[in-house]
DNA sequence: AAATTCTTTGAGACTCATTCTCAACAACAT
DNA sequence: ATGTTGTTGAGAATGAGTCTCAAAGAATTT
């Protein structure tokens, strides 16, 4: 946590940028969990924690931490962004058309596969956007 | 044209709705090329062609036509929607990040391991995004 | 520790894509 | 032709995200 801080401060200094009580709390928030989360639900974690945050911030934060490579940004078409931390490993996404569930998965051969692909049509491949809908067979889940 | 006016009268007809010169042509515009257009691009390019219709209908009969597999509905991650006709074949879309153009690809080996990701993670696979996003080679790209 | 500088924040106005409302309109069956 | 009922247009409403600008506050300098 300590370390934390001096970490983002570092990071931040570089560019010139400042650490603040809000910055901390935010990419703090995003690396307590797995979780991927939208703007609405981190900014009341952490009004729900006393932290003193406007949306404006959060969304600027959420900006700045993405161009930085500190978080990712998720765009899972429900029309607004998800954040995840990158304490985990590059992964993408199947997401239950019932419960809205979200699993990671990351397959080698795919992204061998994207690259290949990129190639064969005269792109150089930056990133990519990839996730899979369908029905979770799980117990809980509304369909079953 | 005359026969696919009959065809879109029919297929609307099951679900008790009606078809309207509204309709038709929205159908027909987007059958007229492969191309990968968004609301305000529709709707213009039928008041140039003196079509008395309002950006309600336009959304409206898209959706309608998408949820009756008469065209498809992308999502480039531009925070709107574009719309392609179904007359191609599923493929999905490389995008490149300097002059926006969009390419289309299909690769059956990705298509398979979506199916086995899916059955891994003990999904049944309904539908998938996925974009690739890039830099083109093209002599016309501003990039280069 | 205070002064200085310059970044950051908060509040609310604003934008943009999309959806909703409802009265007027118009397909289509009979 | 007429009636039933689905459809349209205009504009209000919504929701995510961006912008503006004065006040607040990091970090540096003295």
């Known amino acids: 946590m300590s370390s934390n801080k001096n970490n983002l401060t570092k990071i931040l200094k570089i560019s010139?940028?400042?650490?603040?009580?809000?910055?901390?709390?935010?990419?703090?928030?995003?690396?307590?969990?797995?979780?991927?989360?939208?703007?609405?639900?981190?900014?009341?974690?952490?009004?729900?924690?006393?932290?003193?945050?406007?949306?404006?911030?959060?969304?600027?934060?959420?900006?700045?931490?993405?161009?930085?490579?500190?978080?990712?940004r998720l765009d899972l078409g429900e029309g607004k962004y998800r954040y995840e931390s990158r304490e985990s490993d590059h992964h993408d996404h199947i997401v239950c058309l019932d419960c809205n569930k979200i699993t990671e998965f990351m397959n080698n051969r795919i992204e061998e596969l994207q690259e290949e692909v990129a190639q064969e049509n005269g792109f150089f491949l930056k990133r990519h956007v990839h996730q899979l809908f369908g029905h979770c067979l799980n117990e809980t889940c509304p369909n079953k």
């Open 16 to 72: 010139g940028l400042r650490n603040t009580p809000q910055r901390q709390a935010i990419l703090d928030e995003l690396n307590r969990t797995r979780d991927h989360r939208d703007v609405e639900e981190i900014y009341f974690s952490l009004k729900k924690k006393g932290i003193k945050v406007s949306r404006a911030t959060v969304y600027r934060t959420l900006e700045l931490f993405v161009n930085h490579y500190l978080i990712r």
